[in-house]
T-cell receptor
Framework: GQNIDQPTEMTATEGAIVQINCTYQ??????LFWYQQHAGEAPTFLSYNVLDGLEEKGRFSSFLSRSKGYSYLLLKELQMKDSASYLC??????????WGAGTKLIIKP | DADVTQTPRNRITKTGKRIMLECSQTKGHDRMYWYRQDPGLGLRLIYY???????NKGEISDGYSVSRQAQAKFSLSLESAIPNQTALYFC????????????FGEGSRLTVL
């Protein structure tokens, strides 16, 4: 079966750096997405990786290793507004998105 | 105004009632989706449509039906609502010419008593 694993919850301190991991087993691979979702709101797009390596976008970076079925989202200079759930999703060979359950990130002052 | 609009945003109904959730978009995207989200679970796909004449079941389509009335409109119906359909429902769109990035509506919170 297809599976996306990510930690359920993480806690970090304002101003620090946090890495959220995602491992996947899917039928084929056509890209990996990270979305941010604040409580009660819609998910919003953060990043897309289809090739191995690091994609940097401001305070957020996303890394992909296709051979290892692994990605991480790196958040730097954490702010209180970064408290949210972070969703990892993989597009399989049928161009269907397989979603992880999300990682709830709690930022403490 | 939001590019992807869902109505109603909140709805409380009783078991056995018919409910329709509506979604409209101004993004000009050809693909539209309905997801439900439950606490502790990932987004689960109910139905999706790649164009007006193309409707496909997702992983949890039982108890639901959809209609793609136009490229911009995609509605989800619960013919006879049951309590375990209580959830947050999201409509989303994507452009087939793009990476597959989804653009979500604000969500419709449905409670079935």
């Amino acid at each position: 079966g297809q599976n996306i694993d990510q930690p359920t919850e993480m806690t970090a301190t304002e101003g620090a750096i946090v890495q959220i991991n995602c491992t996947y087993q899917t039928s084929g691979f056509n890209g990996l997405f990270w979305y941010q979702q604040h409580a009660g709101e819609a998910p919003t797009f953060l990043s897309y990786n289809v090739l191995d390596g690091l994609e940097e976008k401001g305070r957020f970076s996303s890394f992909l290793s296709r051979s290892k079925g692994y990605s991480y989202l790196l958040l730097k200079e954490l702010q209180m507004k970064d408290s949210a759930s972070y969703l990892c999703a993989v597009m399989d060979s049928n161009y269907q998105l397989i979603w992880g359950a999300g990682t709830k990130l709690i930022i403490k002052p | 105004d939001a590019d992807v609009t869902q109505t109603p945003r909140n709805r409380i109904t009783k078991t056995g009632k018919r409910i329709m959730l509506e979604c409209s978009q101004t993004k000009g995207h050809d693909r539209m989706y309905w997801y439900r989200q439950d606490p502790g679970l990932g987004l689960r796909l109910i139905y999706y449509s790649f164009d007006v004449k193309d409707i496909n079941k997702g992983e949890i389509s039982d108890g639901y039906s959809v209609s793609r009335q136009a490229q911009a409109k995609f509605s989800l119906s619960l013919e006879s609502a049951i309590p375990n359909q209580t959830a947050l429902y999201f409509c989303a769109t994507s452009d087939s010419r793009d990476t597959g990035e989804l653009f979500f509506g604000e969500g419709s919170r449905l409670t079935v008593l």
